[in-house]
């Protein structure tokens, strides 16, 4: 049974960094794509990034690229995203992703962990 | 503004069906069949409930189906039930690794 489990967020003010991480366990976490989704309170999920099977291959959504850097540690089964010059519209809850196969769908999601940016 | 654009609520008796609409561009759903649609109660993650379009997860009940046409897609949950109520969410691959997601339908029974 496919089990991730997202820790990391917290209150930073903006301009400061935050590293997220996510624990996977129950399936083979080298051989997927594993992706960052984040939500805004009462709004719909946004996609924020995916790092493919390997790790060499990283791509981001626009606003968050050059700020944020998704990577993972396979021999560990852990994902991360470091996050630098935080803004406040960067506050969501962040889940960890892992996609069924390439292109989609997300077909497991950890739980969550809140970042909030605020002075 | 999100990508793809949902109705903010649908609703709909017990046993009876409702369809939720999905409308993107000919770069995402025009484009690519990788569809989803996810189910998001209060307080959890979204849920995978329909992919590929059309696509059932095998714990997901029948009642839930999926289809598309042109830059539109479309989840309907038939035989209505309380359990049901949610927020619903589409997505779309949009190529060159970026994916999007509708702004989201509150579903009531009523």
């Known amino acids: 049974q496919v089990h991730l489990v997202d820790s990391g967020g917290g209150v930073v003010q903006p301009g400061r960094s935050l590293k997220l991480s996510c624990a996977a366990s129950?399936?083979?976490?080298?051989?997927?794509?594993m992706h960052w989704v984040r939500q805004a309170p009462g709004k719909g999920p946004e996609w924020v990034a995916v790092?493919?099977?390997?790790?060499?291959?990283?791509f981001y959504t626009k606003s968050v690229r050059g700020r944020f850097t998704i990577s993972r540690d396979d021999s560990k089964s852990m994902l991360f995203l470091q996050m630098d010059r935080l803004r406040v519209d960067d506050t969501a809850v962040y889940y960890c992703?892992?996609?069924?196969?390439?292109?989609?769908?997300?077909?497991?999601w950890g739980q969550g962990t809140l970042v909030t940016v605020s002075s | 503004q999100s990508a793809l654009t949902q109705p903010p609520s649908a609703s709909g008796s017990p046993g009876e069906s409702v369809t939720i609409s999905c409308t993107g561009t000919?770069?995402?759903?025009?484009?690519?069949?990788?569809v989803s649609w996810y189910q998001q109660f209060p307080g959890r993650a979204p849920n995978l409930v329909i992919y590929?379009?059309?696509k059932r997860p095998s714990d997901v009940p029948d009642r839930f189906s999926g289809s598309k046409s042109g830059t539109t897609a479309s989840l309907t949950v038939s035989g209505l039930q309380a359990g049901d109520e949610a927020d619903y969410y589409c997505?779309?691959?949009?190529?060159?690794?970026?994916?999007?997601f509708g702004g989201g339908t509150r579903l009531t029974v009523l």
């Open positions: 000919s770069s995402d759903i025009g484009t690519y069949n990788f």
């Open positions: 129950g399936f083979v976490f080298g051989a997927y794509g």
């Open positions: 790092i493919w099977v390997g790790g060499n291959n990283k």
């Open positions: 590929d379009v059309h």
């Open positions: 997505n779309s691959y949009a190529g060159d690794n970026n994916w999007v």
């Open positions: 992703v892992k996609e069924g196969k390439p292109f989609g769908p997300f077909d497991s």
